[in-house]
């Protein structure tokens, strides 16, 4: 496919800026509404947002390391850019939905690329009933909070939660416990990605809760639930020699 009409987007940092300046002096410039691939500069926080933020676009995103982890990103590189992405492959991924009723009844949505998670919002361990497709798995987890992690995102804060890394294509996702103290044995769960997950708070108000989809946070909930948002197909692109496939497979080697 033939790649030469480019949307560039760079992250604020002064690394970052430079790179765009120089790939705008070599590559013209187009509109998301004209473009056939987004290129994005930076690392993978930037990288997460712009995937969020142009998704009505619907256009692949191929991005350069500029950033501090770039987990994401292929090299950086200025030479032959439209031969390089026409020589990527492209990976197809869907997000996570996830859906909140707050103690005041409030109801709201978003999605989340690398993992939905519910973190305790004071000093007391938050209590949370765990339900699969609506059947009862944990009856009370006493924890700091708990999350669902996509396979991409089974690297970031997943993995830090020691949660399992998921290799891409194995149609999972990851339900990983963050400080467990009840119960103790309890260390998670790898989920086909076709469930629904379900989280209800107990005693919400005496031990408030938060929920956070990626960057995008609801706090003093009441339940969640979190599923895969099949209509909506994200698409990274990769560099043959560097792919995200391969990254999940070393990261389990280090």
Known sequence: MDYSRIHFIA????????????MLGRYRQHEPGEADVIVALGGDGFMLRTLHRLLPADLPVYGMKLGNVGFLMNRY??????????EAHTLSLA????????IGGEESSALAINEVSLLRQTNQAAHIRILVNGMVKVEELVCDGVLV?????STAYNLSAHGP????????????????????RW?????????KVRFEVLEGDKRPVSAT???EEVRDII??????????RLKLMFDPDHSLEDRILDEQFL
């Open 187 to 195: 260390r998670g769960a790898v989920l086909p990605s076709n469930v």
């Open 77 to 86: 590189q200025q030479d032959h850019l439209p031969e390089r992405l026409a």
């Open 149 to 153: 992690s996509t396979a991409a995102g």
């Open 165 to 184: 890394i998921l290799p891409l294509g194995t149609d999972a996702i990851a339900l990983t416990p963050i400080s467990p103290f009840r119960p103790r």
């Open 95 to 102: 997000p996570l939905r996830m859906m909140v009723v707050s």
């Open 223 to 232: 339940s969640v639930d979190v599923f895969e948002e099949q209509t909506i």
């Open 11 to 22: 992250s604020s940092s002064a690394q970052a800026q430079s790179a765009l300046r120089t």
């Open 213 to 215: 989809a990626d960057a």
